[in-house]
């Protein structure tokens, strides 16, 4: 980063359910500078946790099962929290 701030090792956890589709384009656009300047972690989830994949920033393409439960990000969260030191959850709030 060019001010000199510590970098920091984030997950951001990317809701992919079915509410969430129409605004996936949007959030898309708005992380790609996040991605590009943090040292961060994109996952997707609906009721599975999957890594964002490449074709997501290039395509839009994801991976969902369509229906939302925040009991997957926690339980990836907890088994992944040594090498993370900060979570975000990027949800419509509609998660079980």
Known sequence: MSDGRERVRV??????????????????????????DTDVCF??????VHPAPHAWWTEGAFRS????????VLEHAAAHATRTRRIVVLTDGDYG
């Open 65 to 72: 099962t369509w229906g939302t439960d925040i009991e997957c």
């Open 11 to 36: 997950a951001v956890y990317l809701d992919v359910s079915g509410s969430m589709e129409f605004v996936l384009p949007a959030l898309r656009g708005a992380l790609a500078q996040v991605r590009r």
């Open 43 to 48: 996952w997707q989830w609906s009721t599975e």
